[in-house]
């Protein structure tokens, strides 16, 4: 167990599906909160206006700026760092606007699991 690898093999596809599983959660947790229709997709929508801002500007900032990568990140890599900031933004506004500590608890879980993949 100690020799399987993290790049190739179950590890990873058990991670990407846990991660879509645990943003799917963290979705259908924001889109069914007990708020006004326009308030859940405004969240939504700013949410992800932030993560793709971000991802744009730290992947500009990589690769011209400090230049840690002398080849372009393949599509893939955007898009899951998309998804893991757009998951945070989503935890971090939730767990601010709601009182329950259980449900904070659960979705900084879930932002852990798509981060980590």
């Known amino acids: 167990m100690l020799d399987w690898s993290l790049l190739s093999g179950p590890i ?12 799917l959660w963290v979705l259908s947790r ?6 006004r229709l326009w308030v859940r997709w405004a ?13 744009a500007v730290v992947a500009y900032l990589a690769r011209n700026v400090w230049m840690l990568y002398p080849d372009n990140l393949g599509p893939a890599v955007y898009l899951w760092s998309g998804a893991a900031v757009f ?3 989503l935890t971090v506004t939730r767990v ?17 699991v798509v981060v980590a993949a």
């Open 12 to 23: 990873p596809v058990v991670l990407r599906l846990s991660a879509v599983v645990a943003a």
């Open 30 to 35: 924001t889109l069914r909160a007990r708020r």
């Open 43 to 55: 969240q939504l929508i700013a949410c992800l206006l932030v993560a793709a801002v971000v991802t």
């Open 87 to 89: 998951a945070v933004n």
């Open 96 to 112: 601010v606007t709601e009182r329950n500590v259980g449900r904070a608890v659960v979705g900084v879980t879930a932002a852990v």
